[in-house]
């Protein structure tokens, strides 16, 4: 843990098991070096910090100690996105999806609700090799019932629809959920996708949603850069090349405030979700 362990809630594991709990202080990446080191020894081992850290400060630990050398380190990243809104650009983290996808054997997930959150925990605990796990820091809506399942590498169906797909991930993903609740009141069927799994990427329900709906919408608590966006764009044009909206942060300097306050100026909403999905629609060919 790297002096957070109030934020990640990790305290009572600390209390607990002390001998299974190491505090490297302000210091994330030696937390990540020492933690490879570990992995090296046969213990599974789960560094948990501020994702704006631990994505940025300790990419290069990432990088060789863990993803390079295939360790079987989970990076746990809290306080993802605009979580830490109101410190403002240097406590946000907006380009880890675009750095750790591009590292090789490391897996990228973020769960959107407490349930989900609890599985990956789950499958984490069983998989061996490197993964970076990034989430929200305050309670967020429940997307999932107790006891739903979910495969790493496969998107979840949210909501079944024909005319056009959101596909989005995180908190995000609530968001579109409620957002093709809209669309159905106007007579739109929307298809929802949770991509909790970045990567590897469910690239066939990509495919699927392109040939079978023909427009998709995507939004994420990202950079337009690097993220599910660019994903998404990726796949469709490579493979059913459709009209593909990519929401999410544009490329600037962020303004300061509380997650609510920036998603409401950056659109990403309900609301406008459901207004983007109609005019990519729009789009789409006869």
């Known amino acids: ?3 957070s362990r109030g934020s990640v809630t990790i ?3 600390a ?20 933690a490879a080191g570990l992995s090296l020894t046969g213990k599974k081992v789960f560094v948990c910090g501020p994702a704006c850290f631990l994505a940025a400060r300790a990419y290069e630990q990432v990088k060789v100690d863990v993803a390079y050398n295939c360790t079987d380190v989970k990076i746990i990243g809290v306080s993802a996105g605009v ?17 750790m996808r591009s590292l090789p054997n490391i897996e990228v997930l973020a769960p959107a609700d407490a349930v989900q959150a609890r ?3 789950d499958y984490l605990a069983e998989h061996e090799g ?6 929200g820091r305050g309670d967020v809506e429940a997307v999932y019932e107790p006891g739903e399942t979910f495969e790493v590498g496969r998107a979840k169906t949210v909501c079944e629809g024909s005319d056009v797909t959101i596909i989005a991930c995180g908190e995000m993903v609530w968001f579109a959920k409620q957002a093709a609740q809209l669309l159905a009141e106007e007579g739109i069927r929307a298809r929802v996708l949770d991509f909790f799994c970045l990567k590897p990427a469910d690239e066939q329900a990509i495919v699927q949603a392109a040939a079978e709906t023909g427009a998709i919408v995507t939004v994420e608590e990202h950079s337009v850069n690097g993220g599910l966006g660019e994903l998404v764009s990726h796949v469709a044009a490579e493979t059913c090349p459709v009209p593909v909206h990519v929401m999410g942060f544009p490329d600037e300097e962020y303004l300061v405030g509380k997650s609510s306050e ?23 060919r006869g």
């Open 1 to 3: 843990c790297t002096d």
């Open 11 to 13: 305290g009572a594991m």
């Open 83 to 99: 979580s830490y809104g109101p410190l403002g650009c240097t406590h946000t983290s907006l380009h880890d999806f675009a750095s």
């Open 15 to 34: 209390d607990e098991l002390p001998q299974q709990f190491v505090e490297a202080g302000i210091a994330e990446q030696n937390a990540v070096a020492v």
């Open 119 to 121: 599985a990956i925990a």
């Open 262 to 284: 920036l998603f409401r100026h950056y659109g990403l909403t309900p609301e406008n979700i459901a207004a983007q999905a109609k005019l990519v629609m729009a789009k789409k």
């Open 130 to 135: 490197p993964a970076y796990v990034r989430m």
